[in-house]
């Protein structure tokens, strides 16, 4: 079993920066790619970024290529987001998600993950 904990959500001006964090518990966590998911305002939830459990490849949806980055800190299980120069269409509920093993196209689907974050509000004025 594995448990997620965001935390990082705020409210920031447009043009400024944010970093989310998850923090998982449990042993599988050499297992697991991680990836971080949002809902924005009467939309379904929405890919954002993903690494893999082996190899730390990356993956973005085009809306943040450049602006936001996907990291993981393996001795503390955790993963980050970092964000910067945010726009008000990122406002959204941002979820931490885990996956074992997954692999290839599933990474940008939510049937790619098990296990979820309760979600962080990230909030941009413009």
């Known amino acids: 079993q594995v448990q997620l904990v965001e935390s990082g959500g705020g409210l920031v001006q447009a043009g400024g920066s944010l970093r989310l964090s998850c923090a998982a518990s449990?042993?599988?966590?050499?297992?697991?790619?991680m990836a971080w998911f949002r809902r924005r305002p009467e939309k379904e939830r929405e890919f954002v970024a993903a690494?893999?459990?082996?190899?730390?490849?990356?993956k973005y949806v085009d809306s943040v290529k450049g602006r936001f980055t996907i990291s993981r800190d393996d001795a503390n299980r955790t993963v980050y987001l970092q964000m910067n120069n945010l726009k008000p269409e990122d406002t959204a509920v941002y979820y931490c998600?885990?996956?074992?093993?997954?692999?290839?196209?599933?990474?940008?689907?939510?049937?790619?993950?098990?296990?979820w974050g309760q979600g962080t509000q990230v909030t941009v004025s413009s």
């Open positions: 449990g042993r599988m966590w050499s297992n697991l790619a």
């Open positions: 998600a885990a996956g074992l093993k997954a692999t290839g196209p599933v990474l940008l689907t939510t049937r790619g993950y098990q296990y």
């Open positions: 690494i893999s459990w082996s190899g730390g490849g990356t």
